[in-house]
């Protein structure tokens, strides 16, 4: 696995695919997160911003890989597994990315309350804003897995069904992502960091089963 890890991360690096939702990531953060604004807020909108970027990297990463060289590399180890290596590469590269931008919201972000009256503890702040990138960056990924090859066969209809679930995804009360970018939210209101757990297991749950998922179909259709 970490060479068809490294396989997957070396053709994203090489095909410079990568290069659009980057620039796309870094725009919507520096349009979003302005500097002395509270930085919880800021990390909400950095996390929120990531969960469509994800989906765009895993449906890169799932079909980067040209038939021929796909057939030869499943052949040699297994559908399952290749699919399953360009997931992986796949969220890898989002939560890198979202800690990035979590580094530079912090950075020029207020530590303080909304009202700026409470002053927001520094380690805890760092803990939900990593955990809220992890959160969007899996159910990202898991989005991306449901949305592209191959369950959807069509490029058209994959980027259209990502684009609106990602959205659902962020707005949909009760989903992880909904969950972590509000109680950011929530927490610059009353001037602590929330405690994101549960909605990072709910995450890595749904992460996992999506990527079973479409793991096992690959395997019957490759």
């Not at 899996?138 to 990602?166: D, E, F, H």
């Amino acid at each position: 696995m970490n060479a068809l890890f490294r396989y997957h991360s070396a053709l994203l690096l090489r095909s410079q695919r990568w290069l659009p939702p980057v620039l796309v990531y870094g725009a919507l953060v520096a349009v979003g997160a302005q500097p002395g604004d509270p930085v919880l807020d800021s990390l909400g909108y950095a996390a929120a911003a990531l969960l469509p970027v994800a989906a765009w990297l895993a449906r890169i990463c799932a079909t980067q890989e040209p038939p021929a060289a796909r057939h030869v590399t499943a052949a040699a180890t297994s559908p399952a597994r290749t699919h399953l290596a360009a997931l992986l590469t796949a969220a890898a590269t989002a939560a890198a990315l979202g800690a990035a931008g979590s580094a530079l919201v912090m950075a020029m972000s207020d530590w303080w309350s909304a009202d700026h009256r409470t002053p927001i503890a520094p380690v805890p702040g760092i803990v939900a804003g990593l955990l809220a990138v992890a959160v969007c960056a899996l159910v990202g990924t898991a989005l991306g897995a449901l949305c592209t090859w191959p369950l959807l066969r069509s490029p058209g209809w994959s980027v259209m069904v990502t684009a609106l679930a990602a959205l659902l995804a962020v707005v949909t009360p009760g989903s992880p992502a909904q969950v972590v970018v509000t109680g950011l939210i929530t927490g610059s209101r009353a001037g602590t960091a929330p405690v994101l757990v549960l909605p990072l297991a709910a995450a890595a749950v749904l992460a996992a089963a999506a990527t079973a998922g479409a793991c096992a179909l690959t395997s019957r259709r490759t």
